[in-house]
């Protein structure tokens, strides 16, 4: 039987995909996120009145901890040996429609492997958020985070992707 999915054995069970006979390429993706906060949260932030600390710098950890952990926590994903992870934070102090801010988050993840990192690059912007969450929910439970996907890939048999059409925060 040729079964398209690859994440299913002969009898339909879910397996890891063996990328033993795959060529080692130089692999990276990018992914995006975007935490939405009232306007005092934000500023919170940014004057450094977070009784947990830093929330950038914790979350900046929190995202690359993610991306070298992918693995642990998605059943099917391959562990890695990345070669980089970069978290970067744009603030939007301008209230939107809503009359809320945010924090955009942009992941880059890089590794020579056989398998590429697009997992470890969205973990790693749901880790960041999730840590912005976590560190200011006190101030702010209705905190929300959407827009979380992936952006950019290159690397391997399938080529290149770019997500044609990507909102900005």
């Known amino acids: ?10 009898e339909g069970r879910a397996r890891m995909v063996d990328v033993s006979e ?24 940014q004057e450094g009145r977070i009784k947990k600390g830093d929330v950038l710098a914790v979350a900046q950890v929190a995202g690359i901890q993610g991306a070298k952990k992918t693995s642990d926590v998605i059943p099917m994903c391959h562990p890695l040996m990345l070669n980089g992870v970069d978290i970067q934070f744009r603030e939007q102090p301008e209230p939107d429609a809503n009359g809320l801010c945010s924090i955009h988050i942009t992941a880059t ?3 020579s ?4 990192v697009e997992m470890e690059a969205l973990t790693a ?17 209705d905190m929300f985070f ?3 996907g992936l952006t950019y ?6 080529g ?10």
Not at 2 to 8: A, G, I, K, V, Y
Not at 113 to 116: E, P
Not at 128 to 134: P, S
């Open 22 to 45: 795959k060529q080692v390429t130089e692999r990276v993706a990018t992914a995006q996120g975007t935490v939405f906060m009232r306007p005092e949260t934000l500023r919170l932030i």
């Open 1 to 10: 039987m040729n079964n398209p999915l690859t994440h299913f054995n002969e």
């Open 160 to 169: 290149t992707f770019t997500r044609e059409q990507v909102s900005e925060a």
């Open 146 to 148: 959407n827009e979380i």
């Open 153 to 158: 890939k290159a690397g391997g048999k399938s």
């Open 113 to 116: 492997g056989k398998t590429g």
């Open 125 to 141: 912007v749901s880790m960041a958020a999730l840590t912005i969450y976590d560190m200011c929910k006190a101030v702010d439970r």
């Open 109 to 111: 993840v890089k590794v």
